[in-house]
């Protein structure tokens, strides 16, 4: 199973930019979906997440802001990010609880960072 995310990249601030993620490989079914994010020095932090009946959640700080959303068919979950701050400047990564063909169980699989740079 991978994850392949991509959508970052520099923005000025209150720009908007759109995130993508889709999980690819042997797949038998996809729980919660979620991006994160760490900036220089930060831990890293949970930005927004979406269960596979569409029930999200947000981190206090993007409320408002940015929207997440996901298309079952194609494995795939979106953040779209508007009225960016600099202090979103951080790589973004997704993230999936992923149930394999092979495996009764649910495994955590993260994608590869995306960065998203804000300029004031």
């Known amino acids: 199973v991978q994850l392949q995310a991509s959508g970052g990249g520099l923005v000025q601030a209150g720009g908007s930019l759109r995130l993508s993620c889709v999980a690819s490989?042997?797949?038998?079914?996809?729980?919660?979906m979620g991006w994160y994010r760490q900036a220089p020095g930060n831990q890293r932090e949970l930005v927004a997440d979406?269960?596979?009946?569409?029930?999200?959640n947000y981190a206090d700080s993007v409320k408002g802001r940015f929207a997440i959303s996901r298309d079952n068919a194609k494995n795939a979950v979106y953040l779209q990010m508007n009225s960016l701050k600099p202090e979103n400047t951080a790589i973004y990564s997704c993230n999936a609880d992923v149930r394999p063909f092979q495996s009764r169980l649910f495994h955590a699989y993260w994608g590869q960072g995306t960065q998203v740079t804000v300029s004031s």
């Open positions: 490989g042997s797949i038998a079914s996809i729980n919660r």
């Open positions: 979406i269960s596979n009946g569409g029930a999200s």
